[in-house]
Every structure is written in C-alpha cells, then in structure tokens.
C-alpha cells in the first residue's frame, strides 16, 4: 500500500490508513497537519489516486472516493463524514489546529452537517484547478468536477 508513513513505523502498532485526494489542496494540507494519539497506532496517508490494495477495498465496497476520504481502523471502513469524526476522535489535540479539528468533528451529528458543505468547496476548488476526477466506480460520464 503505497503512501507516506506518519510515526516511528514501531513494529505491532496498528496501522490506521488514511485515503484521501493528494491533488486537493486542502485536503492535503489537513492531512498534513491532522495527528493522532500515539495509543498504539501509525497513521498512514494514501493517495487515492495512486492503485493500491486499499482502493481495490474501497472501491469493491462500492464507495466513492470522489465524495469523502476513508479511514480504515482496525478492519473497520469509515467514509466521508465518518471518517472526519472518528478521525477527531482519534486526534491528538497538540496544537491549535488539532484542537480545533477535535472539537469541530467529535460531534458525529456537526460532522454529517458540515463535511458536505467541505466536499463541496473542494469540488469546487479542483474543477477551477482543472483536475479530474478520481472515478473509482468508473461511471461513464463521471471524469471533470
């Protein structure tokens, strides 16, 4: 599974996989600066544009990437607005950013309202990049934002 390794990369820690859109911009920059409890566990940025055995899993679930990041913890799949709560769950709350992160999205309910709304303005920012899309599912039709 390609991606960059978060951590010390410690042997018997769990690995907690991030797939997300390296393109976006924003999206990047947040999974740049999101962090989680060293409680046992590497976090690992995938880049969903990039083939990997986790995209092979995601996109068997029937899940598309171009509609929300995915956080795979311990063999479970959490999508979109899921994954940005859990991952506030997770969060390590060291700085400001993380702080903040925690307390926007630990809230499972002000996740599912805002994370929509935060899809939609990164649409909007790669159509005006021009870059395509990911289309996972392969939908005929499904290439530009």
């Given amino acids: 599974i ?3 390794v978060r951590g ?3 042997m018997g820690k769990e690995e907690v996989l991030l797939v997300y859109d390296k393109q976006c911009p924003v ?4 999974c740049q600066l999101v962090q989680i409890r060293d409680g046992g566990a590497n976090l690992r940025l995938v880049d969903a544009r990039e083939s990997s055995e986790v ?3 995601i996109t068997a679930k ?3 990437i171009d509609q929300g990041m995915v956080l795979k913890k311990g063999g479970q799949v959490f999508y979109g607005a899921d994954a ?3 991952l506030a769950l997770m969060s390590r709350q ?6 903040l992160n925690h307390w926007t999205f630990k809230s499972k309910r002000v996740s599912g309202v805002i994370y929509p709304i935060l899809r939609g303005c990164r649409n909007l920012i790669l159509k005006a990049l021009r870059k395509s899309k990911i289309n996972n599912l392969e939908h005929e039709g499904n290439a530009r934002f």
């Fill in 94 to 99: 060291s700085n400001a950013f993380s702080r």
């Fill in 55 to 57: 995209m092979d899993e």
């Fill in 2 to 4: 390609s991606g960059l």
């Fill in 27 to 30: 999206c990047h920059g947040y």
């Fill in 62 to 64: 029937g899940l598309d």
């Fill in 8 to 10: 010390a990369g410690s």
């Fill in 84 to 86: 940005i709560h859990e």
